[in-house]
């Protein structure tokens, strides 16, 4: 059984400048983390050179196809028919990404084979998660 799903999709990089430029993005859902979402970016596409991923709830993905959603480090709203642009805030600046929605949704798809929307809590090691906490408290 597949737990866990990879996605390589173009998206576009809106900067101030007029260039706007064409970055490949990987987008990962993993069952031992049911309720996000990871969208990585290539180390040429980031102000440090290196590889940078933004870890989300993978509803504000779903819910920001439709509608405007997201009021903190990452934001999700339609651009137009047939794309989405995900903003992600950060104390260096903003970045915003254009994406294809069909990408989106096809990610979502697979996604929801892994672990159907509404089921996650039944996906969650709680025992495990505890332990995790615990673990430097002795």
Not at 48 to 57: D, N, P, Q, R
Not at 107 to 136: N, S
């Amino acid at each position: 059984m597949i737990t866990v799903i990879e996605q390589a999709v173009q998206a576009r990089l809106i900067a101030t400048a007029p260039k706007i430029e064409t970055v490949p993005v990987t987008l990962s859902y993993d069952r031992s983390d049911p309720f996000a979402v990871r969208m990585a970016f290539p180390a040429p596409a980031t102000l440090e050179g290196i590889e940078i991923s933004w870890t989300f709830a993978r509803e504000l993905l779903e819910s920001g196809l439709d509608r405007p959603t997201g009021w903190g480090d990452v934001r999700v709203r339609p651009y137009d028919a047939d794309r989405t642009t995900v903003e992600f805030h950060a104390p260096e600046g903003v970045a915003i990404v254009l994406m294809l929605t069909a990408e989106l949704h096809r990610f979502l798809e697979r996604a929801a084979t892994v672990v159907p929307p509404g089921a996650e809590h039944l996906y969650l090691d709680v025992d495990h998660g505890l332990a995790e906490l615990l673990r430097g408290s002795h």
